[in-house]
């Protein structure tokens, strides 16, 4: 009998502890909802610095977040394409797609983000075989009406130098591409978080890899050979330090790992010696963070990008487990790489949950700020150097 009572006295603390544990968790949510049903988002607090507010009333940031909101559905932005004629760069997109490879996810969520957060007046892939492959590349055909294919014959040789290998073949196409039309050349991993309108306003602009980068680039650490990476350039037509880059092509033969040398080396070369040439460097906002300059990759790292223009996801490898995530898995994951990617398909780097999700939405970790630094090989030491001593490449205009 005192067995029995023991054994009803613990079913009704258990009831009792359960109970309790539910209507918490009910005032929780309850507290959250009404915020959100009385709270318009146009009333709400304005989104942490450097993240876009959602411009949705789908959406709303709770009075105590600083880095998620809480949606009904999910928010996903639309593309769109604009006629821009102001600035002295084209606003023409090109991507080179040499092979017959996949479109993989964070491939669709590059080739979105240009025409979410930039809004181009074309979006140009240039493929010499057929168009990616995949149900991805359908959907970007469907939501992108500014898309288009141009067929264009490999280059199989520059300046009598025989071409063979695809990475070679890639470079010169972007160089020949953009010194004929002019605009805007991205690799199929770059993400672009705004609009690039301020970059073209220059007639020709690059970005900074870091001293260890080697975003395209074998080098030594010797921190006088600073290179700059050819996987996102705006030019101009005719852009002339564009024409020196290539005229270097009459040497490939002489250069050991000439594709490095010849888009990164090469015009950082240029950018030092020739001072009659025009050019604009950014110095962390378009090739960094990376995980040889910055010491983490993007995909377990969580680096301050929120005033970067676009995030090079280099080397790809890191992304590819994360190649299968879909909106539903990146809206919550907190790393750099997922951060971009909310911006391109959300609008806002914020962590994203939905209404029924409220008890448990949390903010994102305080991101890290890309620093500059020089790396000294022999001490193995960062050390801290203002952006003057880094580097010497002014913008110019000519």
Request: proline letters at 6%; a positive charge; one cysteine or more.
């Amino acid at each position: 009998m005192y067995k029995g009572f023991r054994v009803k006295a613990l079913l009704i603390c258990f009831v009792w502890v359960v109970y309790n544990a539910v209507s918490l968790q009910s005032t929780r949510f309850s507290k959250v909802v009404t915020d959100f049903e009385t709270n318009p988002v146009s009333q709400r607090s304005a989104s942490i610095v450097g993240t876009k507010q959602i411009k949705n009333e789908n959406c709303v940031k709770p009075a105590n977040a600083k880095s998620h909101i809480i949606c009904e559905t999910l928010p996903f932005q639309k593309p769109a394409c604009r006629n821009n004629t102001e600035g002295l760069v084209p606003n023409i997109v090109h991507y080179v797609w040499i092979g017959n490879g996949t479109l993989e996810y964070y491939h669709y969520i590059s080739i979105l983000s240009v025409a979410t957060n930039h809004k181009p007046d074309k979006m140009i892939f240039h493929i010499n075989d057929v168009v990616p492959q995949g149900e991805l590349w359908f959907n970007l055909v469907a939501q992108i009406p500014c898309l288009e294919v141009s067929y264009l014959q490999a280059p199989t040789q520059i300046y009598g130098n025989r071409i063979s290998d695809t990475l070679t073949q890639t470079d010169v196409a972007r160089f020949q591409i953009l010194l004929k039309y002019g605009g805007i050349y991205l690799d199929s991993d770059v993400i672009v978080l705004k609009s690039l309108d301020p970059l073209r306003q220059y007639p020709f602009t690059m970005g900074f890899n870091g001293v260890r980068s080697f975003s395209m680039c074998m080098f030594s650490l010797s921190s006088s050979r600073i290179p700059v990476g050819a996987g996102a350039i705006l030019s101009t037509p005719n852009a002339k330090f564009l024409a020196e880059i290539l005229n270097g092509y009459k040497n490939l033969t002489k250069i050991r790992n000439g594709a490095a040398f010849f888009s990164c080396h090469r015009p950082r070369s240029l950018a030092l010696r020739r001072k009659d040439l025009p050019i604009h460097i950014e110095e962390t906002s378009m090739q960094r963070p990376n995980m040889w300059a910055d010491g983490k990759s993007v995909d377990l790292s969580n680096f301050d990008i929120s005033n970067n223009y676009m995030l090079h996801i280099h080397p790809r490898s890191n992304v590819e487990l994360l190649s299968k995530w879909r909106a539903n898995q990146i809206r919550i994951h907190d790393s750099t790489y997922t951060a971009a990617a909310r911006a391109a398909l959300f609008g806002t780097q914020d962590l994203v949950f939905l209404r029924e999700e409220a008890f448990r939405a949390t903010d994102r970790k305080t991101p890290i700020p890309t620093k500059l630094y020089l790396y000294n090989e022999t001490r193995r030491k960062k050390q801290d150097r203002p952006p003057n001593l880094l580097l010497k490449l002014p913008s110019r205009v000519v």
